[in-house]
């Protein structure tokens, strides 16, 4: 069984989102480790004995900045890929707290917003990083 499934199902942690199922999309977005991973193709006994935090459970410097950045520029249209944009910002900013817009792109590139709110996304991502160098 496949940790997003284990995860909304029957954990009820139903932040972490099911989009493509074959790791195309991001929604699916969780840490494991401090790393960010596809759950919908992680399956949950990849992950014994590893931390794994979801959306509801993300805390901390980096995780604060871009939920803040998040809330002030409302990055969020439909909010269906969110945890998973979220996620993967907090793995990019944690890895880069200075993110290039090139890198940035890059880092993200795997997450797919059907709402298209991609310069929003870019936007939180440099404000967020702001908010880690004050």
């Not at 959306?55 to 249209?77: C, F, K, N, P």
């Not at 707290?97 to 880092?107: L, R, V």
Request: with cysteine; glycine share 10%; net charge negative.
């Amino acid at each position: 069984m496949t940790t997003d499934r284990v995860l909304r199902d029957h954990l009820n942690l139903t932040g972490t989102k099911f989009g493509c199922g074959v790791a195309s999309c991001g929604a699916c977005t969780v840490h494991v480790d401090g790393q960010p991973v596809r759950s919908c193709q992680t399956l949950i006994e990849d992950v014994e004995g590893s931390t794994v935090t979801t959306i509801e459970g993300v805390h901390g410097e980096v995780a604060q900045a871009v939920q803040s950045a998040w809330r002030e520029l409302d990055v969020v249209q439909c909010g269906y890929c969110q945890s998973g944009q979220i996620m993967s910002a907090i793995g990019l900013l944690t890895e880069t707290p200075s993110p290039t817009h090139e890198e940035t792109m890059t880092y993200m590139s795997g997450n797919v917003c059907r709402c298209a709110t991609y310069p929003r996304i870019q936007q939180g991502i440099q404000l967020a990083s702001s908010k880690l160098g004050d």
